[in-house]
C-alpha cells in the first residue's frame, strides 16, 4: 500500500540516515582510545543495541563494521565468517566485538545469550584459522551516567573494567 501511495506521489520517502560508523566518525584509523570514546557517544546517542566490530593491532583500530538494532537485540553487521579475511587484509591482530546494554535496561554484566554469542564466534574464527584474538567487550553506563566497558568470554567472570566518561565523549 505504501509503495502505491508512492508511487502516486501521496507519501514522502524518509531520509535514509548515514550508517553508524559515520554518523560518529568511526571509519577512520585512530587509537582505540579515542575510538572507544566516539564509540560509547554514538551508543549511548542510539538509545539501542548497536553491535560495532574494530580490527585493530595493538595501538589503533584499523577497520569497523557496525549495526544498530532493537532495544532488546542486535547482530553483526557483516557475516562473522569474513572476518579472517579481514582481519588478514589489514594487519588486525585482534577483533574487538562491541555492543551495549542501553541505558535503562539496566543490565550491568554479560547475558547469557552474550556469552553464547562470544562463544560461537570464537567457533566461527577457529573454523576460519583466523590468527587475530577475539575480545568481546560490553558498554553499559554506570549509575552515575558514565560508560563501563568489560571484557568477557563464556565464563561468568569479566576479564578486565575500564571507563571511559561518556559526557566528555558527547562534547
Partial sequence: ????????????????RKPFKHRYALTEQQPIGEFE??????????RREVFVTAFCNDEDVLR????VGTFNRCRPA????RWAHHAGRVGATQIRQYHNHPPGKGAEKPSPQDRRAHRQLVGIL???ACA?????????PDRFGQAKII????SDQPHRSSA???????S
Fill in 1 to 16: 500500500m505504501i509503495k502505491l501511495l508512492r508511487l502516486l506521489g501521496f507519501a514522502a520517502k524518509r531520509p535514509r
Fill in 37 to 46: 570514546a566516539k564509540m560509547v557517544a554514538g551508543m549511548f546517542r542510539e
Fill in 64 to 67: 569497523v563494521t557496525a549495526s
Fill in 78 to 81: 557483516d557475516d562473522p565468517r
Fill in 126 to 128: 577457529e573454523e576460519t
Fill in 132 to 140: 587475530a584474538e577475539l575480545k568481546s567487550l560490553l558498554v553499559y
Fill in 151 to 154: 571484557q568477557y568470554d563464556e
Fill in 164 to 170: 571511559a566518561d561518556s559526557r566528555r565523549a558527547r
